[in-house]
C-alpha cells in the first residue's frame, strides 16, 4: 500500500498563481519530510482550476529537489501531447531520478487544448488508443515508428534507454467501463478520480477485472484512488472549513472548461460538488481520516491512495495538512496494513 499527495496548483479567489504553483511545489518536500511514499501533480491548461500546465516538467522540478519520494502525473493529456516526445520525457525522468518517477496519462476532455495545440477533436474522440499504444512501444523498445492512422512516420532510435524494466510505471486515468477495458487489455492499472464514490470506484475495477480475464492480462502493479484529505479537531470543523474555501477555487475553476467546438456543456455546481467532496473523503479529525481511509481501501482494494491536500484553501493549511497527515494519519495506516502473503 502507497500513500501519497494529490496536487493541482489550485488558485483560490484572487490568489497569485505563480504562488499557487510554487506552493505545490513546497508540498513536495514538504510531503517527503511528512513520510509520505509519492506525489502527483494533475494537468491543466488556460483556467485556474490547476494552474501547472505540464506535470512532467513539475515532475522534473520536484524529482531534482528531492531524493526519495516517488513524483507522478496524474495526468498527462494524451490527446494534447505527442506521444513520442512524452515517452522520450519519461525515459529520461526514469534516469535521471533512478526509477523515481510514474507516468500517468489519460484522454483528457473535448476541450480548447485540443485546438491550442493542433491536435484535433479526432486525438480525443478516435484516436486516444493509437497514442496510448504508440507511448507504450517507445518506452518499451531502442527504436519505434508510427503505423497508425493518425501519426504515421519512419523508424528513429530512441534514447536514453529506460532503467525501469519493461518500462517505467504507466497508469491510465479510468472514468469509464470502456477505458478501464483498454487499460486492462494493456495491462495498466488505472486511476480513479475523487468524484466517484467507493461504490463507483469498485464497479470499475470489476469491469477491469473482468477484462483482464478475458484477454489473460497478467495483474497490474495495482490501481490508484483519489480523494481529498483535510484535517482539524473536529469532522464538523474539517467539513466546515471546506464548505469555506472549497467553491471559491471551483467556481471559476469549473467554468474554464471550455468545448473546443462550442458544443453545449453544463458546468458542476461549485457548491453541490464541494459538498458532494466533503461527503465523500477522509476530512476531519485523524481518527475520522483513519477510519475512511481504511474503509475505502478495505471496499475498492485499491495499492495506492492519493490525498488532494490543498482544500484548505492557503499555502498554511495545505503544509500543515501535509504534516497532521504524515505524523498523525499515516503511521496507524501502517500499522494496519496486513502482512504479505
Known amino acids: 500500500m502507497e500513500f ?35 506525489a502527483w501533480i494533475a494537468e491543466h491548461h488556460f483556467m485556474s482550476y490547476g ?44 534516469r535521471l531520478s533512478g526509477g523515481r518517477f510514474a507516468l500517468g496519462v489519460g484522454r483528457g476532455g473535448p476541450w480548447v487544448d485540443l485546438e491550442v495545440f493542433g491536435t484535433g477533436i479526432d486525438a480525443y474522440e ?28 519512419r ?72 480523494v481529498v484529505a483535510h484535517v482539524a479537531a473536529d469532522r464538523a470543523s474539517a467539513v466546515d472549513e471546506l464548505r469555506s474555501s472549497l467553491p471559491h477555487w471551483l467556481a471559476p475553476g469549473l467554468a474554464g472548461y471550455i468545448p473546443v467546438d462550442d458544443r453545449p456543456r453544463r458546468p458542476r455546481d461549485p457548491v453541490a460538488y464541494a459538498e458532494l467532496l466533503c461527503d465523500l473523503h477522509p476530512i476531519g479529525d485523524p481518527a475520522y481520516c483513519i477510519d475512511r481511509l481504511r474503509t475505502g481501501i478495505a471496499t475498492t482494494g485499491v495499492d495506492r491512495v492519493l490525498m488532494l491536500v490543498e482544500g484548505g484553501g492557503s499555502r498554511a493549511s495545505t503544509l500543515a495538512t501535509i504534516e497532521r497527515l504524515g505524523a498523525e494519519v499515516l503511521p496507524v495506516l501502517r500499522e494496519s496494513r496486513p502482512n504479505p502473503g
Open 51 to 94: 494552474t501547472c500546465p505540464s506535470a512532467i516538467t513539475f515532475a522534473g522540478h520536484a524529482l531534482g529537489a528531492t531524493s526519495r519520494i516517488t513524483v507522478g502525473t496524474a495526468v498527462s493529456v494524451l490527446s494534447t501531447a505527442h506521444p513520442v516526445a512524452l515517452a522520450e520525457q519519461t525515459r529520461m525522468l526514469d
Open 155 to 226: 523508424e528513429v532510435p530512441l534514447t536514453p534507454p529506460v532503467l525501469t524494466r519493461p518500462h517505467p510505471p504507466v497508469t491510465l486515468a479510468c472514468t469509464s467501463e470502456e477505458t478501464a477495458t483498454l487499460a486492462a487489455a494493456r495491462g495498466l492499472p488505472i486511476l480513479l478520480g475523487m468524484h466517484a464514490t467507493d461504490e463507483e470506484k469498485t464497479r470499475t475495477i470489476a469491469a477491469y477485472d473482468r477484462a483482464a480475464a478475458r484477454t489473460g492480462s497478467a495483474p497490474p502493479a495495482g490501481h490508484t484512488s483519489t
Open 4 to 38: 501519497g499527495i494529490f496536487l493541482l496548483g489550485a488558485v483560490f479567489g484572487d490568489d497569485d498563481p505563480g504562488a499557487a504553483l510554487q506552493t505545490a511545489a513546497d508540498a513536495v518536500r514538504c510531503a517527503e519530510d511528512a513520510g509520505f511514499d509519492e
Open 126 to 153: 478516435h484516436h486516444f488508443t493509437e497514442r496510448l499504444d504508440l507511448l507504450l512501444a517507445s518506452l518499451t523498445g531502442d527504436r519505434v515508428h508510427g503505423n497508425g492512422p493518425s501519426l504515421p512516420f
